[in-house]
């Protein structure tokens, strides 16, 4: 049927989930195979079954066969509320939205970004800008000494840290995620995109995104931005991209007070003329070395995949000499219930911490974000202990480690409400119970479970092994 072909067509031009470095074209064609899929998979509970077919099924025969169409399209733009619109046909009257598929229309089907044609609908949802206090004269002061714009980042810089990110949230799970990172003591990164998916604006009151961002915030996790409606640049006039980003910190500074010098462009595509528009406007240009691709694999029968390219990078690696700046979507449901279990255990089992952008990077935390409405809080969050016995680790904590950056490093809290020894001590509030180490605290305070530990001495308020 010809408008599901201009469908699929327009669905992978417009919301490929072309997560890679955009210069390796090796990566290029899987993830334009995942776009089809990506769409069809999101959108099947919530728009494709009931998308509206056309009044005009063959509507691109018509309009070849009435001559110029630009010609045409001009004409009838005053009053083009439900026909064809797009490159070769033009803008759909002021307020409609321009279809993935080309027709007019005001409905969800039609207006969500990024599918809806930016240029061509002015009710697209991407080009509503948010309420909120004007962030576009907050001087973009070069804090720090990570890269601004450029090339951008694709590695950590500190060994033993993974820093799991999340794109295009917040969404139906985020909460749910954010209790799941709370349980295992896990530091996560937002890339937050401001309009997309027919959510509504994330500074909208009505809507659920405040309190999930400022919960996000309050919590630990690091906020950065993935532009207002997660448009390609390449579609866009600078002014445009420039509100993609200005809008994005406008929603976040009215939530935050605050907004991000960190974010990541939608299907990574930045090239040069983008790196420098970025460069300007204050922006750490953040990629990643780890995709696992659950946006390809939301499915219960596929997950396994994007759990084996965890594990095929971080099985056998050493914290002591590896790091992992990882990408993860909030939006799929495999992603969050089940893939981000597996990968917490893993991370912490393999003796790594679990880290925002900013600290795997050694960026303190005020460079994270740029003041607006408030002042950038202090951030006085600590990180979980790493696990296990790698050499480096010890000397890691002892220094603070990539943690040097926050208040300290401590240890998860045993059902006692004590801290569980890390590193083999105990007492003064560090228990042996659920440690490596055995659950007698000594006479002179190390954890085993020998006779020497469990014995004459033993403290019992720090473990429950003593004899
Ligand atoms: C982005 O837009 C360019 C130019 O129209 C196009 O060639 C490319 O396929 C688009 N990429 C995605 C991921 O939509
Ligand atoms: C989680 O993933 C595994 C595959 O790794 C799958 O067998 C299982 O059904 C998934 N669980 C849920 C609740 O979807
Ligand atoms: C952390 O900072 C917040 C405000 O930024 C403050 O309310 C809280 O008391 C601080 N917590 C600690 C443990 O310092």
């Known amino acids: 049927m010809r408008w599901l072909d201009a469908f699929i067509l327009a669905a992978c031009a417009s919301r490929t989930a072309a997560h890679a470095d955009p210069n390796d074209p090796h990566h290029a064609l899987p993830k334009l195979a995942g776009a089809r899929r990506f769409l069809n998979e999101f959108n099947g509970q919530r728009r494709w079954q009931n998308r509206p077919r056309p009044l005009q099924e063959s509507g691109t025969e018509q309009a070849a066969a009435e001559g110029p169409v630009e010609k045409r399209a001009q004409l009838e733009e005053r009053q083009n509320t439900d026909g064809n619109c797009g490159p070769g046909y033009g803008s759909c009257a002021t307020g409609y939205c321009c279809s993935p598929e080309g027709w007019c229309g005001t409905t969800e089907d039609y207006c969500t970004s990024p ?22 004269t907050v001087a973009r002061t070069k804090l720090g000494k ?8 694709y590695d950590c810089v500190n060994t033993g840290d993974i820093a799991i990110t999340f794109d295009d949230g917040p969404w139906d799970y985020t909460n749910d995620l954010l209790d799941k990172l709370a349980d295992y003591q896990a530091k996560a990164t937002f890339f937050i995109t401001g309009t997309n998916l027919h959510k509504g604006q994330i500074n909208d009151p009505s809507l659920p995104w405040v309190s999930v961002i400022q919960r996000m915030a309050a919590e ?64 750490h240009v953040t990629y990643f070395d780890l995709d696992t691709e659950g946006y390809l694999n939301d499915d219960p029968t596929l997950i396994q995949n994007s759990k084996d390219i965890w594990d095929e990078a971080v099985d056998g690696s050493n914290p002591c000499q590896d790091n992992y700046l990882n990408i993860e979507h909030d939006i799929h449901y495999q992603t969050v219930y089940n893939l981000t279990d597996y990968m917490l255990a893993s991370l912490f089992s393999h003796g790594y911490r679990s880290v925002t952008v900013g600290q795997c990077l050694g960026d303190p935390p005020e460079n994270w974000y740029r003041a607006g409405s408030s002042t950038v809080p202090a951030y006085n969050f600590t990180t979980r202990a790493p696990t296990g016995t790698w050499a480096c680790l010890a000397s890691a904590t002892a220094t603070g480690g990539s943690t040097a950056t926050t208040t300290g490093v401590t240890t998860p809290t045993s059902t006692s409400g ?4 890390a590193d083999g001590t105990c007492g003064s509030g560090v228990t042996c119970d659920g440690s490596e180490y055995g659950n007698c605290c000594s006479v002179n305070s190390w954890c085993g479970a020998s006779v020497d530990y469990c014995g004459s001495g033993c403290q019992p308020a720090f473990g429950s092994g003593c004899s």
Not at 125 to 131: L, R, T
Not at 146 to 153: E, K, M, P, R, S
Not at 418 to 421: H, I, K, N, R
């Open 115 to 136: 599918d809806c044609q930016i240029n061509y609908g002015t009710g697209c949802d991407g080009n509503q800008k948010p309420a909120g206090v004007d962030t576009s």
């Open 146 to 153: 990570i890269a601004y714009g450029g090339v951008g980042i």
């Open 220 to 283: 630990g996790h690091q906020i950065a931005s993935h532009t207002w409606s997660h448009e390609n640049y390449s579609t866009l006039t600078t002014a445009q991209y420039n509100n993609q980003i200005i809008w994005n910190e406008i929603a976040l500074n009215d939530i935050l007070g605050y907004f991000p010098t960190y974010m990541r462009p939608p299907y990574s595509i930045c090239p040069t003329a983008c790196e420098n528009q970025l460069k300007t406007l204050g922006y």
């Open 418 to 421: 004590l801290q569980v020894s």
